[in-house]
């Protein structure tokens, strides 16, 4: 849910972010626009995120959760996520991203599965993540948004909990799949395509004033256990533009190959960059190749160029 990543540890999974799994390939953008890194740790202060960082409300901002309780976050001590994830065990690990990793955890107060996503040290960038991801999963509310039930401030710790998703992520079911496991059948994809974008739909048209995602991609669709998909990872997203604007200026982030290439040149985001992306993720469900997969020969290794050539022949011949 994050963006470059200057630490080591981060190495492996920050080089996938930054090339969508490319390994390292830069964004074909001039140097200030490319995706930037992460800021050195820094101490305090934290950053705060400005007025105009989160939506002022949601629609449906204090709707019930589906279990009927308010969604407000609760907030966690370190000592009580340690305790419900073993100590962080490797055993209770459920994934790594660039930001940190994520366990499965049982929370003794509240009697539930989450997933608790610990964030590995927290520069500037990372902090403001942090809370973005924070306040905007604290306003928005929707069936296919992940929930997120709270978080952890507590000393140099930044904690996220969220509602156990059981099928993890699309791209574990969708890309790369080992040998003999069934791929996800036509109405499995199409049903995940209806959600996401469903829930796009409420970050744009429904939440006010519009919140831009800007990380929608097939690692941050997590699934439950009837395959129902929620966005995750709000921690790059953005509200969009008011009144007569139709774009926010911003620094462009996001993941190589799922990023639109006119916010990449010009650093302009719109709702419309969101539209892009999860036409990549809908391209990703329909062909079963990665947005970015450098095994492959040249001409197929950027999945939206190579899907371009079937769809509009009249354009290679004109190359
Ligand atoms: N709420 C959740 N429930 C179950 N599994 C989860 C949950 N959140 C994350 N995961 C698992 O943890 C993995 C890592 O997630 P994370 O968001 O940290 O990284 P990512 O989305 O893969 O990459 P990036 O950091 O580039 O966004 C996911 O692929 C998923 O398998
Ligand atoms: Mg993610």
């Known amino acids: 849910m994050n963006c470059f990543s200057c630490f080591a540890s981060h190495e492996r999974k920050a080089s996938e972010r930054c090339g969508g799994r490319t390994k390292g390939a830069p964004l074909p953008l001039p140097p200030q626009r490319r995706l930037q890194p992460r800021a050195p740790p820094q101490p305090s202060p934290q950053p705060r995120p400005g007025p105009e960082s989160v939506p002022k409300e949601a629609k449906n901002n204090n709707a019930p959760n589906q279990e009927g309780s308010k969604n407000e976050a609760l907030t966690f001590t370190f000592k009580e996520l340690a305790v419900a994830t073993k100590n962080f065990r490797p055993e209770c690990m459920l994934g790594e991203g660039g930001f940190g990793r994520v366990y ?159 916010y990449q040149r010009t650093g302009q985001l719109t709702l419309k960059s969101d539209v892009y992306s999860f036409g990549v993720v809908f391209l990703e469900l329909i062909t079963g190749r990665r947005a970015i997969d450098n095994t492959r020969k040249r001409d197929e290794q950027n999945l939206v160029t190579w899907v371009s050539c079937f769809l509009f022949p009249q354009l290679s011949d004109l190359s």
């Open 104 to 262: 499965k955890g049982y929370l003794e107060k509240t009697g539930q599965i989450v997933a608790v996503k610990q964030l590995d040290r927290n520069g500037l960038q990372g902090n403001r993540e942090f809370l973005v991801e924070v306040l905007m999963l604290s306003l928005l509310h929707h069936q296919n948004l992940v929930n997120l039930i709270g978080y952890c401030a507590d000393g140099e710790q930044r904690l996220l909990v969220y509602e156990y998703m059981q099928l993890g992520s699309l791209e574990d079911h969708l890309l790369d799949l080992p040998p003999g496991r069934t791929p996800l059948s036509w109405l499995t994809r199409m049903k995940i395509a209806l959600n996401a974008a469903k829930g796009l739909e409420y970050l744009h048209d429904k939440a006010n004033p519009p919140v831009i995602y800007r990380d929608l991609k097939s690692s941050n669709i997590l699934l439950d256990k009837d395959f129902n998909a929620k966005l995750s990872d709000f921690g790059l997203a953005k509200l969009g533009p008011v009144g007569d604007k139709s774009y926010v200026s911003t620094r462009v982030m996001g993941t190589y190959g799922y990023c639109a290439p006119e």
